[in-house]
């Protein structure tokens, strides 16, 4: 009775395991394996790895657990299963962030236009890597950020961020291009405030406060922000970038 009730713990241990995934030592072990703190390398490999334990641990706990199964019919549902319900579930998450940006759901129809790339950064978004689907079919985030910049991690984003804002700005201004240099201020001191991310207020403080400022020092921003959201990713805004208050509802219809 002792050995069975400890090899139950074991079982549910393990499954729990798989079930909330939870980086472990064998993730810790892969992401750092020889690298001291403090060095540039060092340094340099935890910038990079930072916030990207949970994909990596999804590979070891769940890909390799797929891949372990006795045949290949085992293997193919397993991972089958694995996709198709992160794929929904990652869609269902990727919806409900662009409504609470203010902006209409994506089509998710294969047919129509955007919809096969839609899928795809749902398919991305489920595993926890939401934001490089962005660059399957634009060289930008839609924060606009670069691929390298967010592949690299926030470190390098942050740097990045901070070198367009001046010597990029200068290049564009240099070049005679609008630098909207107001704006991506604005958007800087957003974006390492603290507090000014918060899912549930996120929308409301941009829409009162930051949009009226990016407009107000760099005029036209908005309507930037409006042309690119229809041109790259086939959306419309359901509350107007700037606007206290929405003029409609969601249009549930277009996704």
């Not at 400890?6 to 020889?34: C, F, Q, S, W, Y």
């Not at 694995?82 to 759901?105: F, H, K, W, Y």
């Not at 036209?220 to 042309?227: D, E, F, H």
């Amino acid at each position: 009775k002792e050995r069975a009730a400890t090899r139950l713990l074991g079982v549910v241990l393990e499954e729990t395991d798989v079930a909330v995934i939870e980086p472990g030592v064998k993730e810790r072990t892969l992401m750092m394996a020889n690298l001291q703190r403090g060095t540039w390398k060092g340094e340099l490999a935890r910038s990079f790895f930072l916030f990207k334990s949970f994909p990596i641990s999804m590979i070891t706990r769940h890909l390799m657990r797929g891949m372990s199964m006795e045949t290949a019919g085992g293997k193919a549902a397993y991972i089958a299963g694995l996709v198709a319900s992160t794929t929904v579930l990652g869609a269902a998450a990727l919806q409900i962030n662009e409504v609470l940006m203010g902006r209409d759901p994506r089509n998710l129809n294969p047919a129509e236009k955007g919809g096969v790339r839609n899928w795809m950064q749902a398919m991305l978004k489920g595993g926890s890597l939401g934001i490089y689907g962005d660059f399957l079919f634009s060289g930008a985030t839609q924060h606009g950020q670069s691929p390298v910049a967010s592949v690299m991690g926030p470190v390098i984003g942050l740097g990045e961020s901070m070198f367009n804002l001046t010597q990029g700005n200068v290049v564009q201004a240099l070049q005679g291009k609008d630098t909207h240099a107001g704006a991506e201020l604005v958007k800087f001191v957003k974006g390492n405030l603290p507090g000014a991310n918060l899912w549930y207020a996120k929308a409301a403080i941009d829409h009162m406060i930051f949009h009226r400022m990016q407009e107000y020092f760099s005029p036209g921003y908005l309507s930037t922000m409006r042309s690119r959201a229809y041109r790259e990713f086939g959306q419309q805004f359901w509350w107007e970038p700037g606007e206290v208050t929405p003029d409609r509802a969601p249009n549930v219809a277009a996704a």
